[in-house]
């Protein structure tokens, strides 16, 4: 049986009032949701990574209920098995690839046009502090926070929202476009080119949730490759393994 397509005659109509207080809700309840760990723990390991954590978790459980109210969980959330295992595991493999290329690329870019470096010390910091920092950060962010959750919230639940808007009923692209926008402004104690980059992933991204028939296992699995990849070679950095 073949997964739910994203055609556009299957897709129910979503009014824009819906969608701003279902974007509101899930927005705010991030951001009220970080705000504890810290207040508990303060700007420690436990408070940063609980923060990360329990804000997603948040946001994705209210992005669950407005799905669920609107009878569009599955298809927006398609982690059902894939069909193709193979093409899942091929399309994953080439977006983390792709994924770390566009990193590669959009530092020479941010260079080129004379813009601060993207700034991850803040992150950095965390992660290499020792060796169960790394692991945490690993499982609970890379793997969980980043790789799952933000596939489910950007990838899933938002561009289903999008692409359900009346005058915007079953367009891919633009849909991308705004989600990969929004993904990006979140990322912007990097910096503006932190927020470049990352947006341009998350276009990348959508694409490659398109070319996987909806499904997100593909998204899911390049998104925490590369941010695994990314996470190592900081640690084995701050080691000195790297020279």
């Not at 982690?79 to 193709?84: F, T």
């Not at 493999?93 to 290329?101: K, M, P, R, Y």
């Not at 705004?178 to 694409?207: E, K, N, R, S």
Request: proline residues 4%.
């Amino acid at each position: 049986m073949k997964p739910r397509s994203l055609a556009r005659n299957r897709l129910r109509r979503l009014s824009w009032l819906r969608f701003l207080l279902q974007l509101a809700t899930v927005a705010l309840v991030y951001f009220l949701a970080s705000i504890p760990p810290i207040l508990i723990f303060g700007e420690t390991q436990a408070g940063v990574l609980g923060s990360v954590v329990f804000s997603m978790f948040a946001a994705l459980l209210v992005a669950r209920l407005w799905l669920a109210s609107d009878n569009c969980l599955r298809q927006a959330w398609n982690i059902r098995p894939p069909v193709n295992m193979q093409r899942t595991f091929g399309l994953a493999a080439l977006g983390t690839g792709i994924i770390i290329a566009l990193f590669v690329v959009g530092d020479m870019a941010i260079d080129a046009l004379g813009l601060p470096p993207i700034d991850v010390s803040l992150v950095l910091d965390y992660v290499t502090q020792s060796p169960a920092s790394f692991a945490l950060w690993i499982v609970l962010v890379a793997w969980l926070a980043a790789g799952f959750g933000e596939e489910l919230l950007y990838r899933g639940f938002l561009m289903d929202r999008l692409m359900r808007l009346r005058g915007m009923r079953g367009r891919k692209w633009p849909a991308a476009i705004i989600q990969a926008a929004l993904f990006g402004l979140p990322h912007f104690y990097q910096g503006w080119g932190g927020v470049m980059v990352t947006a341009t992933i998350g276009l990348f991204l959508a694409w490659l949730r398109f070319a996987n028939r909806g499904n997100l296992w593909a998204c899911i699995l390049a998104h925490a490759a590369v941010d695994t990849i990314m996470l190592t070679l900081a640690y084995s950095e701050s080691l000195g393994w790297l020279g």
